[in-house]
């Protein structure tokens, strides 16, 4: 499991004065309001930040992080996160998973057929999408399909019955 959760994505510079433009990676826009603190990930690296929110909308939050006081300085950092560790991260409810742990995640069914690792989780707004070995194998993110998800061991099993239902494979 990754130390740190992404919650916004850098999309650009906001205004003159060194804000930035944040994509929301997090289903709660809301979590945004009063955060003063966060980790700013660049090239792979976590770097604690000192924050100010300037506005919070469903599609778009503006923050401005101490040290960058120049359009040129925000520029800096499009293409980065705005990361929260795992001791701020939000409470999620029971057989609810952050994307981040379930990546990686060792995939089979109740057969025992192995089909691969979690490579991707597409947001359809209906529900996921599990995506195993790059597309090999797609489930919807559906309770009647999984049988259960074990983060810790690293494994997500699915009911055969079900995923050669609901499944879509690429063979």
Do not use: W
């Not at 740190?4 to 999309?11: N, S």
């Not at 401005?64 to 040129?72: A, I, K, P, R, S």
């Amino acid at each position: 499991m990754t130390e740190y959760l992404r919650v916004g994505f850098i999309a650009r510079p906001h205004g003159l004065k060194g804000a930035v433009k944040l994509d929301p990676l997090t289903d709660d826009v809301t979590r945004f309001k009063g955060m003063q603190e966060a980790y700013l990930e660049l090239h792979g690296d976590h770097v604690p930040v000192r924050l100010s929110v300037l506005s919070v909308r469903p599609d778009a939050v503006v923050v401005h992080l101490d040290g960058y006081e120049t359009v040129e300085d925000a520029q800096t950092l499009r293409g980065g996160f705005l990361c929260v560790d795992r001791a701020h991260a939000a409470q999620l409810p029971e057989y609810t998973y952050f994307i981040a742990d379930l990546i990686g995640l060792s995939v089979s069914d109740t057969e025992g057929k192995a089909y691969g690792k979690v490579t991707d989780v597409l947001s359809t707004g209906a529900n996921d999408v599990y995506v195993i070995d790059g597309g090999k194998l797609m489930v919807p993110a559906l309770k009647k399909v999984i049988e259960r998800v074990d983060v810790a061991g690293g494994q997500m099993v699915f009911k055969a019955d079900v995923l050669r239902e609901v499944g879509l494979f690429a063979d």
